[in-house]
């Protein structure tokens, strides 16, 4: 048994397209779908100053020396 793992986007349409090797072709298989909605972080927001963090200036000066 393999294992493919794929991230993929599914349009209005609901239809999941999989694209397998060559060397599958020609054969009969049991295949098992496993899906998992992408959550996105919050690292993909904007990234905040450290003021903006509730740092004060002083405490970031002093930190980095």
Do not use: C, W
Request: a negative charge.
């Amino acid at each position: 048994m393999e294992s493919i793992k794929i991230r993929t986007y599914i349009g209005d349409d609901g239809i999941l397209q999989i694209q397998l090797p060559p060397e599958i072709a020609n054969q009969e298989l049991d295949v098992i779908i496993v899906f998992q909605p992408v959550i996105k972080t919050s690292s993909q927001s904007p990234t905040k100053t450290p003021e903006e963090l509730g740092y004060s200036h002083k405490f970031v000066e002093e930190v980095r020396s």
